[in-house]
């Protein structure tokens, strides 16, 4: 919504200033999205009254005019055909600038010097007329700033209106608004020009049929029309607006086409009420009837668009066919035209929820319909026919033929709300005294009668959003003024609500994954199809964006593939997200997830160390069990068909680490990653165990392995059978190749024996070992390689 | 096995663990040569000592220190030679290391902007009491709308451009249905922030996302008033953005609160003068909150005559945004390795 400070400052009849009105604005709810000082690069140009014209002596089309801009006259060689001694005209003296830049300056046209120059209105930024320049009809005298003899000088504000507030979509919404905080009463401006007679009210019809100058006027769809008031003016002359009309709409953005249809314009911005102007000469009949519109039925409407209707679609007929969209937009044939003397003029409620459903089954939005689906004042109609009906004979000439019609047949009651002294301070925190909230609401167009503890507050038609005891309170804090709430902390009691124990693991896992250098990366859940079960969105931005996830690593392996795109060929990456399973019927099934990817060098390249490693598998696996360890109780690692594998307690399979497979550049890295469900915590907090006090002693072992035999298995043999006394064992070493067979390996171990509480023996130490050997050989035939 | 040959054993152990130590702190070739002497020198070295008293032992000892004895020379030699090889060659003294040379460093790894956020907010709110809850991200349109108070078929809807699954079933436009879902788990008195992740029918632009964070919180019980909401909402507009930020709260709208407000910072980047990131105004808006809608509570069964609540939205990724001067959402996405890298300090 665009307003007009002059606008709005003509409803209260005071002068508001540009800055002071957006905060005000702001403070009230109306977001000030932009404020527009309009015309204000015109604050060179003046009056200038042309007192001599005489042809350039060296130019057909140039003539040599002398101008009285205040002062001295001034000699100004003009291009403008339209050029006439003793008119006025917008003067841009030397050194004046105009609004797109240009430096005026002394210059020799053709041998003649021009001091000055005289505008158009295009140059002036005020229309696009370039036939000439603008003849201004001021009494202003010369030399007068333009901008003090014009009433163009303006700022637009650029409003964000919430949906709850249709009243803000007019002029006089926002000045009522305004005035409950200035406490200024909002009073609709004289209409220049307008008869000295008011025109006659419309009189209310029986049932859903009446009477407008002679036109039959019938509502036979009263859900979708629940008031519809209409006048004919006989005798009008279609032509352009006034000046004032035209630059109250420029003011807002608004184009001029002519005075009917500046005139319905001027109402829908002025108090938020559509108008429509139908050609009288072009309604079958003449007569109107208000009705669903038949199956087959189309219409041609004023975007010149033809439309198919459907009995869904509530529309405007005359005595045959359908004329217009009700509430949405008229139809071209009816429209007003150059040729047009008789109109008939349309000023109706239509029903919100129907109005809805007519422009969308039309799949459009109009000035109107955005009107009519939010709700408009259906108290007012007649008032604001009337207001039109004023402008109208103002703007275009005529006569009303007759009375005015309202057909009304099923009046909407007035709604009243009770409001209790109490309840405001119970929401509000603070007591709001009687008087304030009667003069508050009062202010807001509510009739407020005292009711016990309570008031009766009947609400103003204009305002739908105005049902509750709750909406009102919302109202006295808006118009006391949100700042004017304290905001001292008061005492307060803890919650019950315990913290998510997934909130806990995912900030334990991030230390952990960041502690092993990789960083945490978020990637969008929306993908496209990677599994049957994942779930489909049934409105997706794209084919690649219409399924949830199943896996967080094909997202990051794309993340992965953008470093490389970019040259990067070090990358390792995190995510802690949620996955997706389809379920039939239910929402579908979420887990939370971590998964990681890792390529390039194992650390920062350092001087010491000529060839950096690159990160491999046993990295993942790193990463793996660290996020397990913190993520998942009970979980065992084994390997699998590829990779290694994570089976939960139940033996589940939950989790993964392996090479990836991915769009890879021929210099980059091999890619590995781990992905794991994320469970309700790992490992618990620890008990620590006594450090030991006795020395420990060490025996390394190299055994043989045949190809298929895992460390991990001869590990668990090793440590049965040396007993208690093994402490620790772990692999330190492998080799492949000569002399061993082909296909087996060497692997050494170093085993760490300690007795607690006492120092070992050799002898001990020997036989544990002996017998660790001897059952590996027993199980496996697995032997000490020959040094 | 005799006395004297335990301690024997145990004195050897010692010995070599003692010269192994040496051997690794030793500093140059001269100091390996003393220690090479020391131990194993042929006249006085230590090992050489037990070993030349061998024969003198009885024939058990003799082979149980025999084989410890040389196993601790074998390594002490082995260590010895290692350390020796790992030196400059021959003649030249070593020389100090030039410490303006880089450090042997290890990859650390930065956590997400938005996270950091999001743990900021929820520890702020966590020192008023807050904890932290979750749930679906995917969810009904009764607790995504209905609920929430969004009349069927209204325009507001349109504030939301939504991800449909079918059948009743929605992706989330905002953390709000979290409300409903906590306050039919629990019975005031409630505190909670609750992070997740949200959806919108926004294609990826500079400043959108089709998914992104929010932080919502909630705060139910008896007596909770406006003046509680901004009490709370500019406690943690001070911590979060500074001590003397400025802060203000205009009217604002959603289905699920009113009296509905938008808290507005002072412009971060003017300070309040005016420019083109706060559209002249000198104000950012940074999140919406409420009281909570006598309607909320009908829904979930809380008696709205003797609860009250505040609740507010506000968006991590934004925030990250404006704090850390990131020009474009998408960057937030991408996992850029040279974005990321940024946040390992500081962070």
């Known amino acids: 919504m665009n307003a007009s ?9 005071v002068e508001l200033d540009a800055a002071l009105t957006r905060d005000r604005l702001t403070m009230l709810g109306a977001g000030v ?71 005026i300056e002394r210059r020799t046209i053709r041998g003649e010097v021009s001091e000055g120059m005289l505008c158009s209105a295009r140059e002036l930024g005020l229309g696009d007329d370039q036939e000439g320049i603008l003849e201004l009809d001021t009494a202003a005298a010369p030399g007068t700033r333009l901008l003090d003899a014009l009433p163009i000088a303006d700022t637009r504000f650029v409003l964000e209106i919430t949906p709850n507030r249709p009243d803000l979509l007019s002029h006089q919404g926002i000045a009522r608004d305004l005035g409950a905080v200035l406490m200024r009463a909002v009073k609709l401006p004289v209409i220049p020009g307008a008869p000295a007679q008011r025109p006659p009210r419309a009189a209310r019809a029986r049932g859903a049929r009446g009477d407008a100058g002679g036109v039959p006027i019938a509502v036979e769809d009263v859900s979708g029309c629940r008031r519809y008031t209409a006048a004919v003016l006989r005798g009008v002359g279609v032509g352009p607006s006034p000046a004032w009309l035209r630059n109250r709409l420029a003011a807002i953005g608004a184009r001029s086409v002519n005075n009917v249809v500046d005139a319905t314009n001027y109402i829908l911005f002025e108090v938020g009420q559509p108008i429509h102007a139908f050609d009288l000469a072009k309604l079958r009949g003449p007569a109107i009837v208000v009705r669903r519109a038949r199956a087959g039925e189309a219409l041609t409407t004023l975007d010149g668009v033809r439309r198919r209707l459907d009995p869904s679609m509530t529309v405007i007929a005359d005595a045959e066919v359908a004329t217009g969209v009700a509430g949405v937009m008229g139809g071209a044939e009816s429209e007003v035209s150059a040729a047009t003397t008789d109109v008939l003029l349309e000023c109706a409620y239509f029903d919100p929820r129907q109005n809805r459903a007519t422009r969308r089954a039309m799949g459009m939005s109009t000035e109107a319909s955005y009107r009519f689906e939010r709700g408009i004042d259906h108290d007012a109609t007649p008032e604001y026919l009337g207001r039109a009906i004023e402008l109208l004979l103002a703007v275009a000439g005529g006569h009303v033929d007759g009375v005015p019609v309202d057909v009304y047949p099923d009046p909407i009651p007035p709604t009243t709300v009770f409001l209790r002294d109490r309840r405001i301070a119970d929401i509000l925190g603070v007591e709001i005294p009687r008087g304030e909230t009667e003069r508050v609401l009062t202010a807001l167009g509510c ?121 990067q060929r070090d990358v390792r990456l995190f995510e802690i997200g949620t996955v997706f399973e389809r379920r039939e019927g239910e929402l579908p099934a979420e887990e939370m997830r971590v998964a990681g990817v890792l390529t390039g060098a194992r650390r920062p390249p350092h001087w010491s160390e000529p060839a950096t490693p690159d990160l491999d598998l046993f990295d993942a696996v790193a990463g793996l069990e660290a996020a397990v360890a913190v ?73 043989v392995l045949p190809a298929g035999l895992r460390a991990a298995d001869v ?16 692999p330190f070493d492998e080799y492949r190749g000569a002399p061993l067979p082909a296909g087996s390996r060497s692997v050494a171990w170093r085993l760490v024996f300690r007795a607690p509480e006492r120092t070992l023996r050799e002898v001990e130490v020997e036989a544990a070992l002996q017998r660790a050997l001897t059952e590996v050989e027993a199980r496996y035939g697995v032997r000490r390689r020959a040094s | 096995m005799s006395g004297p040959s335990a301690e024997q054993l145990a004195a050897l152990a010692a010995l070599r663990a003692e010269a192994e130590a040496r051997v690794r702190a030793a500093r140059g070739r001269d100091a390996l040569q003393q220690l090479r002497t020391d131990y194993l020198g042929r006249k006085a070295g230590r090992l050489t000592a037990i070993l030349k008293g061998l024969p003198a032992l009885d024939p058990d000892a003799r082979r149980a220190v025999g084989e410890a004895a040389n196993a601790a020379k ?132 500079p400043s959108h996302a089709p998914a992104f964070s929010q932080v919502e919180a909630l705060a139910v019980d008896e007596g909770i008033t406006f003046v509680d909401l901004k009490a709370s909402l500019t406690y943690f507009a001070r911590r979060f953005f500074g001590p003397s930020v400025r802060v203000r709260f205009r009217p604002s709208f959603f289905p699920f609160t009113e009296p509905s407000a938008d808290m507005e910072v002072e412009c ?21 909150a409420g009281m909570v809608d006598p309607n909320v509570f009908e829904a979930v069964g809380v008696d709205p005559e003797r609860y009250t609540g505040w609740a507010f939205g506000m968006g991590p990724h934004r925030m990250a945004m404006l704090r850390y001067g990131v020009p474009d959402i998408r960057v937030l996405f991408e996992g850029d390795m040279r974005f990321h890298d940024q946040f390992v300090d500081g962070g």
């Open chain 1, 5 to 13: 400070l002059r606008w709005l400052s003509d409803l209260l009849g």
């Open chain 1, 33 to 103: 999205e932009a404020l527009e000082p309009l015309h204000g690069g015109l604050g060179d140009i003046v009056i200038g009254e042309v007192l001599e014209v005489r042809r350039h002596p060296n130019a057909d089309r140039l003539t040599l005019c002398l101008v009285d801009a205040g002062g001295q006259a001034k000699r100004v060689v003009c291009g403008a055909a339209n050029v006439a001694a003793g008119r006025r005209y917008p003067f841009a003296p030397v050194g004046a600038r105009l609004p797109e830049g240009l430096m």
């Open chain 1, 447 to 567: 009739v407020v009668a005292p009711k016990h503890e309570r008031l009766a507050v009947q609400v103003p038609a204009a305002r739908p959003d105005l049902t509750r005891e709750i909406d009102l309170i919302e109202e006295v804090a808006r118009i006391v003024g949100y700042d004017r709430f304290p905001d001292d902390m008061r005492p307060y009691r803890i919650g019950v609500v315990p913290d998510a124990p997934s909130e806990r693991v995912a900030a334990r896992l991030r230390r952990a994954l960041t502690a092993l250098g990789l960083h945490e990366a978020m990637t969008s859940p929306l993908g496209p199809r990677a599994d049957p079960r994942s779930p489909e969105v049934l409105n997706p931005l794209s084919r690649e964006e219409a399924f949830l996830r199943s896996e967080l690593l094909p997202g990051l392996v794309r993340r992965v593939e953008h470093n490389w795109r970019l040259m």
């Open chain 1, 631 to 703: 993520a998942l109780a009970g979980a065992v690692l084994e390997p699998g068909s590829v990779g290694l594998v994570v089976r939960d307690a139940g033996g589940r399979a939950v989790g993964r680490a392996a090479e990836l497979a991915a769009d890879r550049p021929a210099w980059a890295a091999p890619l590995v990653g781990f992905e794991v469900a994320v469970g309700t915590g790992g490992a618990p907090a620890p008990r620590v165990r006594p450090l030991p006090k006795s020395p420990a002693v060490e025996r390394d072992i190299a055994l």
């Open chain 1, 715 to 730: 590990e668990t043999v090793l440590r049965s059978a040396a007993g208690p006394l093994l402490e620790r064992l772990w």
């Open chain 2, 74 to 205: 074998a390594a002490i030699e082995t260590l010895l030679e290692a350390a020796e090889r790992a030196l400059a060659p021959a003649g030249s003294e070593a020389p100090r290391p030039d410490l303006t040379m880089p450090a042997r460093r290890q990859w650390r790894g930065a956590l997400h902007p938005v996270t950091l956020v999001v743990d900021e907010v929820c520890a702020i709110f966590g020192e008023l009491g807050f904890t932290r809850y979750v749930g679906p991200e995917a969810e009904t349109e009764r607790n995504n709308f209905t609920a929430l108070n969004f009349p069927p078929e209204h325009p507001s809807l349109e504030m939301h451009d939504t991800f449909y699954l079918g059948e009743g079933m929605l992706l989330r436009t905002h953390t709000s249905p979290l409300q409903i879902r906590v306050m039919e788990a629990y019975r005031p008195p409630i505190r909670v922030t609750m992070p997740g992740m949200c959806y919108r029918r926004d294609p990826f632009d």
């Open chain 2, 268 to 288: 971060l980047i003017c300070h309040g003068t005016g420019c083109p990131a706060c559209k002249g105004s000198g104000w950012m808006e940074i999140l919406g």
